[in-house]
């Protein structure tokens, strides 16, 4: 009556998944520090600061949500035989 299956998880991530976040996220710190620079001649360099801390801040999170929702739609459980 007691089935005993067995069971494996598979990843089958790869790096070409997770390129275009990458660079996506470069992009985002790139032009945050362009506008950081930017702002740096200012008369209140203290923006710039606070700017560059400011898209970093709220990028951050979006960035970990891609990256796990993209890690856990490539996980898998199959049953061994």
């Known amino acids: 009556m007691t089935n005993s299956s067995k069971y494996k998880l598979i990843c089958d991530l790869q790096f070409g998944d997770i390129y275009i976040q990458i660079l996506a996220w470069m992009g985002v710190i790139f032009l945050s520090l362009a506008a950081g620079l930017g702002l740096m001649g200012s008369s209140r ?37």
């Open 45 to 81: 360099p203290l923006f710039a600061l606070f700017g560059v801390g400011l898209i970093l801040v709220l990028s951050l999170p979006f960035l970990l949500f891609a990256f796990v929702t993209t890690l856990i739609n490539h996980i898998k459980i199959a049953t061994i035989n």
